[in-house]
């Protein structure tokens, strides 16, 4: 039973990546201004504020740290130590996934002012017509 579980974290440990890298890019491109956001655009705000609680608190993914106590409960002892990436990707150096990590965040961050900042009123004005 420990084994599906993890298997699941694994899966939204993924899918979460998935949607914060495709949310960074949306964030690039300024999609956080239009409204309303679509249910994504709020996962990955979700995701981006639960990672930036998760990493000023506890400094671990809460998803890696969930996965990894549900290894320990193994009888094979099948617990892993270090980040998501490093186990999975292990071909991805430590430094490529630091810097990946901040420039998310970072972006994560730019995104939640994107939100948060009052939309531009349009400043065309309609002529009036006099007869």
């Given at each position: 039973?420990?084994?599906t579980l993890?298997?699941?974290?694994?899966?939204?440990?993924?899918?979460?990546?998935?949607?914060?890298?495709?949310?960074?890019?949306?964030?690039?491109?300024?999609?956080?201004?239009?409204?309303?956001?679509?249910?994504?655009?709020?996962?990955?705000?979700?995701?981006v504020l639960?990672?930036?609680?998760?990493?000023?608190t506890?400094?671990?993914?809460?998803?890696?740290?969930?996965?990894?106590?549900?290894?320990?409960?193994?009888?094979?002892?099948?617990?892993w130590?270090?980040?998501?990436?490093?186990?999975?990707?292990?071909?991805?150096?430590f430094?490529?996934?630091?810097?990946?990590?901040?420039?998310?965040?970072?972006?994560g961050?730019?995104?939640?002012?994107?939100?948060?900042?009052?939309?531009?009123i349009?400043?065309?004005?309609?002529?009036?017509?006099?007869?």
């Amino acid at each position: 039973m420990f084994a599906t579980l993890a298997g699941i974290v694994v899966f939204l440990h993924l899918a979460a990546i998935l949607v914060e890298v495709c949310g960074a890019i949306a964030a690039l491109q300024g999609r956080f201004r239009q409204r309303p956001l679509r249910l994504w655009h709020s996962a990955y705000l979700g995701i981006v504020l639960v990672k930036a609680i998760a990493f000023l608190t506890v400094a671990a993914c809460p998803l890696t740290m969930l996965e990894q106590q549900l290894r320990q409960q193994l009888p094979s002892g099948s617990a892993w130590s270090g980040t998501f990436i490093e186990h999975y990707l292990p071909f991805v150096p430590f430094e490529v996934d630091l810097v990946a990590s901040i420039a998310l965040l970072a972006i994560g961050a730019a995104a939640w002012i994107q939100l948060l900042t009052p939309r531009e009123i349009s400043s065309t004005v309609t002529p009036s017509r006099d007869n």
